[in-house]
């Protein structure tokens, strides 16, 4: 079992910077990814960026160059720098980590709120 938490949500002006972590626990040796998903209201949710145990990382188009998505070994904890935010930035945040038999877990999400 893996448990994880989000913090760091909240909200700021277009433009503006936040930064979510996730601290992950539990049987950490079998993840080989994490990343980090949004759910905006009446849609559907999406992946936001995500990183593997090597270190590869994949972005949504419409967060690259604006987020950044990075991790602590020793803390097992992946953060998500949002920098440039946008009003369509406004969502749920979920942190996930997915194990070698392909189980998903989720964290139980962080509101972002970016106003225009």
């Known amino acids: 079992q893996v448990q994880l938490v989000e913090s760091g949500g909240g909200l700021v002006q277009a433009g503006g910077s936040l930064r979510l972590s996730c601290a992950a626990s539990?049987?950490?040796?079998?993840?080989?990814?994490m990343g980090w998903h949004r759910q905006a209201p009446g849609k559907q949710r999406e992946l936001v960026a995500d990183?593997?145990?090597?270190?590869?990382?994949d972005y949504a188009d419409s967060v690259k160059g604006r987020f950044t998505i990075s991790t602590d070994n020793a803390k097992n904890t992946v953060y998500l720098q949002m920098n440039s935010l946008k009003p369509e930035d406004t969502a749920v945040y979920y942190c996930?980590?997915?194990?070698?038999?392909?189980?998903?877990?989720w964290g139980q999400g962080t509101q972002v709120t970016v106003s225009s």
């Open positions: 996930n980590a997915i194990d070698d038999y392909n189980y998903w877990y």
């Open positions: 539990g049987s950490m040796y079998s993840i080989n990814r």
């Open positions: 990183i593997t145990s090597s270190g590869s990382t």
